[in-house]
T-cell receptor, first 114, second 111 residues
Framework: DAEITQSPRHKITETGRQVTLACHQT?????MFWYRQDLGHGLRLIHY???????NKGEVSDGYSVSRSNTEDLPLTLESAASSQTSVYFC?????????????FGEGSWLTVV | GENVEQHPSTLSVQEGDSAVIKCTYS??????FPWYKQELGKRPQLIID?????GEKKDQRIAVTLNKTAKHFSLHITETQPEDSAVYFC??????????FGKGTTLSVSS
């Protein structure tokens, strides 16, 4: 079955380290997203992509970057991890037009920055 | 940008009662309004959605109503059951943008 998978599922890293969270979908969806979830803040949009070579900043993009070299993958990089980036990160994808289509979430990546 | 407010942040009901969660949004151009349910430790999953050309949509025990003039929409759950206990998120978007979510409502259904 088609799916969206994230790795690693759990990671502990040190302040200042570079961290990359992988996201891979097999639905051939055009649109991919990264959200972070924190208590009291809900799901906040970090970056999103309409397609290959396209990336856009979301609500909380500072300290994060993404690249889209193919349809299946949208890795999220924390250039220099900070304790404020301890969070649960969800990747998601959707098909068709950016608006009005169901987005499907991955299982999440729990990141702790110490 | 779009701003989404969701209320209440927590809601406790008895099994069999109804639950209502309300969201307001700021951008009148927004045209898609989904609701997601997230069980503890799981990913959010779509439970119902509505588009701006429709005022109400029902699916068994859940319904969503939309008031575009007032810029608010609500999730209604009737005959609540313990398995309805979860965090519920509303979301909003318009053409060419990604979904913006509310902060979530933790629903607890006690038997």
């Amino acid at each position: 079955d088609a799916e969206i998978t994230q790795s690693p599922r759990h990671k502990i890293t040190e302040t200042g380290r570079q961290v990359t969270l992988a996201c891979h979908q097999t639905w051939n969806h055009n649109n991919m997203f990264w959200y972070r979830q924190d208590l009291g803040h809900g799901l906040r949009l970090i970056h999103y992509s309409y397609g290959v070579q396209d990336t856009n900043k979301g609500e909380v993009s500072d300290g994060y970057s993404v690249s889209r070299s193919n349809t299946e993958d949208l890795p999220l990089t924390l250039e220099s991890a900070a304790s404020s980036q301890t969070s649960v990160y969800f990747c998601a994808s959707s098909d068709g037009s950016l608006s009005g289509n169901t987005i499907y979430f991955g299982e999440g990546s729990w990141l702790t920055v110490v | 940008g779009e701003n989404v407010e969701q209320h209440p942040s927590t809601l406790s009901v008895q099994e069999g009662d109804s639950a209502v969660i309300k969201c307001t949004y700021s951008d009148s151009a927004s045209n898609y309004f989904p609701w997601y349910k997230q069980e503890l430790g799981k990913r959010p999953q779509l439970i119902i959605d509505i588009r701006s050309n429709v005022g109400e949509k029902k699916d068994q025990r859940i319904a969503v109503t939309l008031n575009k003039t007032a810029k608010h929409f609500s999730l209604h759950i009737t005959e609540t059951q313990p398995e309805d206990s979860a965090v519920y998120f509303c979301a909003v978007n318009q053409a060419g943008t990604a979904l913006i979510f509310g902060k979530g409502t933790t629903l607890s259904v006690s038997s």
